[in-house]
């Protein structure tokens, strides 16, 4: 166990993982060792304290079950969730802290320094996972204190669509919190009750096999949606079913817009249909959204469809704000695996990608392009 930790915390640039998936799954094997549990905290606490942020995130998922029953590991969350060099640190600390009901004596102001109310997906985030609870007197004081300190009335107006579209209470909130002074657009409001009806997987307790099961089954992370896209599609003439795709870009979640792109994929005749229309998914400002668009776009183009692989990630790689907004890694790995299978010249990608790249540090870009040889895709950032 220790020499696993020395190499993982090690500060060599060549243990930077660029992949999401598989930090996960190296966090997730950490998380599940029930025996040598005090060694397993050092591994995680010595992990979130390398420089070296991919580790951090290891960590994180590492660490997470026994974030109750140790102090100096809580410390380590809450560091992150201030100071964490990019949001896929910070959102992950802030989701764990509250699986583990270890914020509930923070305010707003605290919040204000995590930069998760700087977006509408980070403030909708917010109210989600700490807003949201079953304590009724509680729910209303805390959706009242973020409907009015929200950034701008653009991200209050997505807050209370996206409360619509989860709460269970949503009427005696509208009342309690003046809710009913931000009437929801009535075009939006429909589409709001189509997802209102669906469920989406939520969180795990089961591992291993039973995990994958559940994982195949309902979904692979805890926001994903129930599959109803395509069957819903099916059921409507091709101007509803048009008009439907296209407002589904404005909804305020961004779980709900990746299981658009996530299911419609595999309906092939519908995809080739509305490829045009799902266009909006690689301009969206989360990175998750893009990635969902861009992976759906590559499932298209293996399957013979005529799919406009340069104008897709021309307009994708249009540089995020990491300090707001997770994902930007993987992003630029679905961007490549597709300018792959285009065909992509080396010159063309680069020019593509080099604005983008840019805002990357030297071990990100030495492990995507680590991450790039492994997958057998024929390009270097420089």
């Known amino acids: 166990m220790e020499e696993w930790a020395k190499l993982e915390a090690e500060k060599s640039t060549s243990k930077f993982e660029a992949s ?162 931000h009437p929801i657009h009535s075009q939006t409001k429909d589409l709001l009750d189509i997802f209102k009806e669906k469920t989406t997987r939520g969180e795990t307790k089961s591992f291993g096999i039973r995990k994958w099961l559940y994982s195949r089954l309902y979904g692979g992370w805890r926001g994903e949606h129930e599959r109803f896209i395509v069957h819903y599609i099916n059921q409507l003439s091709t101007d509803d079913a048009r008009n439907f795709l296209l407002c589904s870009a404005n909804i305020p979640d961004v779980a709900g817009k990746m299981a658009i792109f996530d299911q419609i994929k595999n309906d092939l005749r519908l995809f080739e249909i509305y490829t045009d229309i799902l266009m909006w998914g690689v301009k969206d400002p989360h990175p998750w959204v893009r990635r969902s668009a861009i992976d759906s776009f590559i499932t298209g183009l293996q399957n013979g469809l005529n799919i406009d692989a340069y104008t897709i990630i021309k307009q994708s790689l249009v540089a995020s704000n990491r300090n707001i907004y997770p994902g930007a890694l993987d992003l630029f790995i679905s961007t490549t695996k597709l300018a792959s299978l285009a065909s992509i010249s080396m010159a063309d990608y680069q020019q593509l990608t080099k604005k983008a790249f840019n805002t990357l540090s030297r071990t990100e870009i030495d492990a995507l392009n680590r991450e790039f040889k492994s997958e057998a895709l024929p390009y270097v950032v420089l």
């Open 20 to 181: 999401w998936l598989v930090r996960r799954a190296i966090g997730s094997a950490l998380n599940k060792i029930t025996f040598l549990k005090v060694e397993k905290v050092r591994v995680c606490t010595d992990l979130i304290k390398s420089k070296d942020w991919s580790m951090k995130v290891i960590g994180i998922i590492g660490g997470r079950n026994s974030l109750k029953s140790d102090r100096e590991l809580q410390s380590e969350y809450f560091r992150e969730l201030i100071t964490g060099v990019t949001m896929d640190l910070k959102w992950l600390a802030f989701l764990y802290l509250c699986d583990a009901k270890l914020l509930d004596d923070k305010d707003i102001v605290f919040f204000k320094k995590t930069g998760l109310l700087s977006t509408d997906w980070g403030t909708c985030e917010y109210w989600h996972w700490y807003g949201s609870t079953s304590d009724i007197s509680i729910l209303i004081s805390r959706t009242k204190e973020l409907i009015t300190n929200c950034k701008s009335e653009e991200i209050r107006s997505k807050l209370i669509e996206y409360i619509y579209r989860y709460s269970i209470n949503y009427e005696e909130l509208s009342t309690a919190c003046d809710i009913k002074n």
